[in-house]
């Protein structure tokens, strides 16, 4: 018989952050992280890399995340890890690591859905974190991932717009790196354009039909732009690199908040939830509460730690799966490109 309320350990490992979570029922009683910093000199993940940290890494963190949690491994009820999507080399490091301890203390898995759990992080119990309502419109924005959802509950989540080509966070960090910034620029990004003036350089706002988004044109643009100010003048970048992160920002942030206005207008949505790495931005999160208030929406916004890829979300999305009686076995396959699902 397995009790009510369970004692989870959470493994994340699906790109380059190893993580670890104990989560009891919804209360997160550890949540640590361990970076890789060697994908910094390559300006962007290398997955071989990933997979190779991700093994030594594991091991250091989940014992940290059981030791600040004081949870003995004998407490735990269940072990979650992300099945996908994301990187496959990386992925299975976090899957057979979850797999061998389910097996060597005789307790079930929990495979979880990564975007999933991006938005799923608001229904953890902490006093930071006011619980939504259902429906919702869930907008997860990361670096591998730019999708609105209309969620009926906590499972029943249909995309109903995704970019066509790049992430949010991907066209942060490749303008950032053409601007010679270091990997992940996104947060760096975010820093400098609160010096700059977002209305210095204007770069195209793609015009799609429903509530799909492009990012790959306004990279371009902002590329061939850079290189055509630097035969002018060779420091183009330096003179101007706070009013070309703030006009960056302001560009990358207008495409995704236009769809967020449509689609909660047209499917008749007042409850927003943000997820995803891109949610930590200072724009996106100032010019979501301001339109909120004007509109009258609930806006959620997750506290720091829970944006960026962490553990705590794949506990909170497997303690819902749990909930549901839906848990894994050994055959569960990692798969990169995983689909919305129970
Ligand atoms: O969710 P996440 O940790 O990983 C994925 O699942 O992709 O998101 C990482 C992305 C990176 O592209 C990073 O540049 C971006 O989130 N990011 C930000 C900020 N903090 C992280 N982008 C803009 N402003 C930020 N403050
Ligand atoms: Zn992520």
Redesign the pocket.
Known sequence: MLPKTPIILAIES??D?TAAAVINGRKILSNCIANQEIHIAYGGVVPELASRAHQSKIVPVVKQALRKANIDKKDITAIAYTQGPGLLGSLLVGSAFAKSLALALNIPLIPTN?LQA?LLVHFIDDERIQTPKFPCLGVTI????TQLVYMQDQFKMNIIGTTLDD?I??A??KCGKRMGLAY????E??KLARKGNPHRFSFPIPNLPAYDVSYSGVKTAVINFISNQEQKNPNFIQLNLNDLCASIQYTLVQIILKKIIQAAKEKELNNIIIG???A???EIRNQLYQIASKKGWEISLPPFEF???NAAMIGIAAYYKYKKKKLGSLSDISDARLKYGI
């Open positions: 699906s790109c952050d990564h991006h990361s670096g591998g991932h992430a966070g991907e942060f960090d992940p620029s996104g947060p990004i975010d995803g790495g891109v930590a931005n200072s944006t960026t890829d």
